[in-house]
């Protein structure tokens, strides 16, 4: 079993910066990928960037050049960099990995953090 730990969002005015943080700890052999989802009120679950254990990034093409992702793999933690934050980025942001075990893989889901920004 994996716990994702999100670090806290908050309340940011439109052209802002925030920072998310997300630490995979408990019983696995490797974390695989390492990814942010956004859901916004009514809409679905978005991939925001996934990054492997390698370090290859992908990105929602609406976020490109303003987030940035990064992870330390010692650490098992990934990171958000959000920039330029525009009030489309508003949503509650879930933290998601691939763990393997036993040489399973299984899916994980943080709690979510809600990151608002304000026009």
């Known amino acids: 079993q994996v716990q994702l730990v999100e670090s806290e969002g908050g309340l940011v005015q439109a052209g802002g910066s925030l920072g998310l943080s997300c630490t995979a700890s408990g019983r696995f052999s490797t974390i695989n990928s390492m990814a942010w989802y956004r859901q916004a009120p009514g809409k679905e679950r978005d991939l925001v960037a996934s990054i492997t254990s390698s370090g290859y990034a992908m990105y929602l093409d609406s976020v490109k050049g303003r987030f940035t992702i990064s992870r330390d793999n010692a650490k098992n933690t990934v990171y958000l960099q959000m920039n330029s934050l525009k009030p489309e980025d508003t949503a509650i942001y879930y933290c998601?990995?691939?763990?393997?075990?036993?040489?399973?893989?299984?899916?994980?889901w943080g709690q979510g953090t809600q990151v608002t920004v304000s026009s």
């Open positions: 998601n990995t691939v763990a393997t075990l036993e040489g399973l893989q299984y899916n994980y």
